[in-house]
């Protein structure tokens, strides 16, 4: 089966601008994560979905990041403005279910100078 | 909360043994363990349910106890290709997975 697809792999971007991320996960898979892993650590959810509705945003720093998974399947992730701390890379996954084993996407590194 | 992880790092030879050990303050519904090269995406290895199985993956095999709230990750024999950052992920069931820092495990010939 297909995995996790993500784009872009890279990004770079000046403080103050934004920047946007597409997910698109494994088909069937219910819940989709994002989150943020941050060099030499592990990773941090941002958000979860089931299907199209959100099950846990408490860490999402809603002042500047949004996500949306419109009709249950692809999902964006969006920082507006950009701060030099958000440079990390961001991974997608996906699980058929909630605490079944998730499958991550290859990430958007993105930077922040 | 995050769970803890030890060591944080250890450096094996091919053929040689490791443990690698995860601690939680809350009670565990489950624990998944997941490694991932450098560069790469986290890759799912097992997961363990309350009820204190224990299970194998290869030479990779898992044990959970959720009376102590701990599992560990034993790794045999170890080979070159297991060097990598090794993570587990603490699920309470009222909350999404939280991971651990993670433990960097290189293995040299």
């Known amino acids: 089966e297909a995995g996790v697809a993500q784009s872009p792999r890279y990004k770079i971007i000046e403080k103050r601008q934004s920047v946007a991320f597409w997910c698109n996960p494994i088909?069937?898979?219910?819940?989709l994560y994002w989150y943020q892993q941050i060099l030499g650590q592990g990773p941090k959810l941002l958000i979860q979905f089931q299907n199209n509705g959100v099950v846990d945003d408490s860490q999402l720093p809603k002042d500047r990041f949004s996500a949306e998974r419109l009709k249950g399947v692809d999902s964006t992730l969006k920082i507006q403005p950009a701060k030099l701390e958000d440079s990390a890379v961001y991974l997608c996954?996906?699980?058929?279910?909630?605490?079944?084993?998730?499958?991550f996407g290859s990430g958007t590194r993105l930077t922040v100078v | 909360q995050q769970p803890v992880q030890s060591p944080q790092a250890v450096i094996l030879r091919e053929g040689e043994d490791a443990v690698i050990n995860c601690s939680s303050s809350k009670a565990l519904y489950s624990v998944h363990w997941y490694r991932q090269k450098h560069g790469e995406a986290p890759v799912f290895l097992m997961i363990?349910?309350?009820?204190?199985e224990q299970k194998g993956h290869e030479k990779i095999s898992a044990s959970f106890n959720e009376k102590k709230q701990q599992s560990s990750l034993y790794l045999t024999a170890s080979q070159l290709s297991y060097s990598g950052t090794y993570f587990c992920?603490?699920?309470?069931?009222?909350?999404?997975?939280?991971f651990g820092k993670g433990t960097r495990l290189s293995v040299i010939a």
């Open positions: 088909s069937g898979h219910a819940t």
């Open positions: 992920g603490a699920y309470s069931g009222n909350t999404p997975l939280v």
């Open positions: 996954a996906s699980s058929a279910q909630e605490n079944y084993g998730y499958t």
């Open positions: 363990l349910l309350k009820g204190g």
